[in-house]
């Protein structure tokens, strides 16, 4: 049984960072690439990051390009998101997500983590 769980969420002040981690069972990271996407309230869920373990390519939204780094540790089957210099409008549930295929669109993927708040206000 696939499993995606995140953690690492909470309350931050803006200009902050956060360490999203994002712990996978039931799959092999050298098949299945992990994206992470956000949901702020009455918004669409936006793919942010996403990466394949197997090739060490990576992918970033222009919106968090710059700040936000993804990481892969396969020998914890881990993946990591460090979100630096946080502002308001990143505030959203953050997920974590498997697909065979490495892009940032929701359809892509096919298991899904149950989502970790992230909260950036002073």
């Known amino acids: 049984q696939v499993q995606l769980v995140e953690s690492g969420g909470g309350l931050v002040q803006p200009g902050g960072s956060l360490r999203l981690s994002c712990a996978t069972s039931?799959?092999?990271?050298?098949?299945?690439?992990i994206g992470w996407f956000r949901q702020a309230p009455g918004k669409e869920r936006e793919g942010i990051s996403c990466?394949?373990?197997?090739?060490?390519?990576?992918n970033y939204a222009d919106s968090v390009k710059g700040r936000f780094t993804i990481s892969s540790d396969n020998a914890k089957n881990t993946i990591s998101l460090q979100m630096n210099n946080l502002k308001p409008e990143d505030t959203a549930v953050y997920y974590c997500a498997a697909s065979r295929i490495l892009g940032m669109a929701s359809w892509m993927y096919d298991f899904w983590g149950q989502g970790t708040q992230v909260t950036v206000s002073s």
């Open positions: 990466i394949s373990s197997s090739s060490g390519n990576t």
């Open positions: 039931g799959l092999s990271l050298d098949y299945y690439n």
